[in-house]
């Protein structure tokens, strides 16, 4: 199975500040054939079950803030929000879907400082 | 708007079988993968497996003795039953769609998820 860490495992920022996540996975989710990292990243509220935010390691999601970017290739990615918001504070979680079983990272808690 | 929605027991008794299903409206269940995915409570998320519409399925390997999916075209529903439950099987089970009607793929649509406790 490819592994999926992320880092830190919770951060707290302060409002208008940048937020930054990490996601390293066990081997590389880049398929060379169409050169696409196949790398998700969603959002989770209490409560709720997780929204997808990035896929293809940096395409947003209709509908998603364009605080929110995507960045990385092979092994290394990362979740940037430029500018953190109240309504951002949830457990963010990435995800491989180059291989099965499809597994993601053990998620990052993002608080405001 | 698609939505999902998740139904079954809310408790299942250890070593019995838990059984779920993913009522899918607004859409058609046609030409889509769909997977069950849990979290325990307080923890990370765990992909189950797939099912397409053409009853297709990919199992996780850690799973793979215990599940079985099933879809209804007919009802637009899909299935999920898990064998010889134990207590670590408790966790909400999500059920959601692959957003481009690949195999592999990540989830746009996700059902709001139902709790099920497994115990003795």
């Known amino acids: 199975d490819i592994v999926m860490t992320q880092s830190p495992d919770s951060l707290a920022v302060s409002l208008g500040e940048r937020a930054t996540i990490d996601c390293k996975s066990s081997?590389?989710?880049?398929?060379?054939?169409?050169?696409?990292?196949?790398l998700a990243w969603y959002q989770q509220k209490p409560g709720q079950p997780p929204k997808l935010l990035i896929y293809?390691?940096?395409t947003r999601e209709s509908g998603v803030p364009d605080r929110f970017r995507g960045s990385g290739s092979g092994t290394d990615f990362t979740l940037t929000i430029s500018s953190l918001q109240a309504e951002d504070v949830a457990v963010y979680f990435c995800?491989?879907?180059?291989?099965?079983?499809?597994?993601f990272g053990q998620g990052t808690k993002l608080e405001i400082k | 708007q698609v939505q999902l929605q998740e139904s079954g027991p809310g408790l299942v008794k250890s070593s019995e079988t838990l059984s779920l299903t993913c009522t899918v409206s607004?859409?058609?269940?046609?030409?889509?993968?769909w997977s069950w995915i849990r979290q325990p409570p307080g923890k990370g998320l765990e992909w189950i497996g797939y099912?397409?519409?053409?009853?297709?399925?990919n199992y996780n390997p850690s799973l793979q003795s215990r599940v079985t999916m099933s879809v209804d075209t007919s009802r637009n529903q899909f299935s999920l039953k898990l064998t010889s439950v134990t207590a670590a099987d408790t966790a909400v089970y999500y059920c959601?769609?692959?957003?481009?009607?690949?195999?592999?793929?990540?989830?746009?649509?996700w059902g709001q998820g139902t709790l099920v406790t497994a115990s003795s």
């Open positions: 959601a769609r692959h957003k481009t009607g690949s195999a592999w793929d990540f989830f746009d649509y």
């Open positions: 607004g859409g058609s269940i046609s030409d889509y993968y």
């Open positions: 099912i397409f519409y053409s009853g297709s399925t």
């Open positions: 081997q590389s989710v880049l398929y060379s054939s169409n050169n696409k990292n196949y």
């Open positions: 293809w390691a940096s």
């Open positions: 995800q491989q879907y180059y291989t099965t079983p499809y597994t």
